[in-house]
């Protein structure tokens, strides 16, 4: 077994060591909001927080998380900084299709954690999620709206 803290939750998993976290979350956990993209930790569909940075989940074994928190997009409103990124997602109607949604608040929120003021070179540089409807204009104003 392998304990693992999830939104403050912990669970002890009964998975190979070197299951990708991803898997554990959605298919031993039941835990779906964070997404399966292109399984090579180049789209950032699967991001989640390890202690608060962005982390692509897809190829992180669970053996390496370790004592770390594992946040997920179930829990990010939870943090102050993740529900105003969220808040803003929705103010400025960042989804188009939503699938890689989840990963990019995650990423903004991260982004945000770190640098609570980013420029629009932060905000580029931080922000390498692919997203196949090309919003990320809509996802640049979001992340400068949730900055305030």
């Not at 989940?57 to 928190?69: E, I, L, R, Y």
């Not at 991260?110 to 919003?135: F, H, W, Y």
């Amino acid at each position: 077994m392998i304990p693992l803290t999830i939104n403050g939750t912990t669970h002890d998993v009964d998975v190979e060591p070197d299951t990708p976290l991803l898997f554990v979350l959605r298919d031993t956990l039941g835990m779906t909001g964070t997404k399966y993209g292109c399984g090579i930790a180049q789209c950032g569909a699967c991001t989640v927080l390890v202690d608060g940075e962005a982390m692509r989940s897809c190829q992180f074994p669970v053996d390496a998380v370790g004592t770390s928190q594992i946040t997920t997009i179930e829990a990010i409103e939870e943090d102050a900084v993740g529900a105003r990124v969220v808040e803003a997602w929705v103010a400025v109607e960042a989804p188009q299709c939503g699938y890689c949604q989840s990963g990019q608040v995650m990423a903004a929120t991260a982004l945000l954690k770190s640098v609570p003021q980013p420029s629009d070179e932060d905000i580029a540089d931080a922000m390498t999620n692919l997203c196949r409807c090309g919003t990320y204009n809509m996802i640049a104003d979001a992340i400068r709206q949730a900055a305030g």
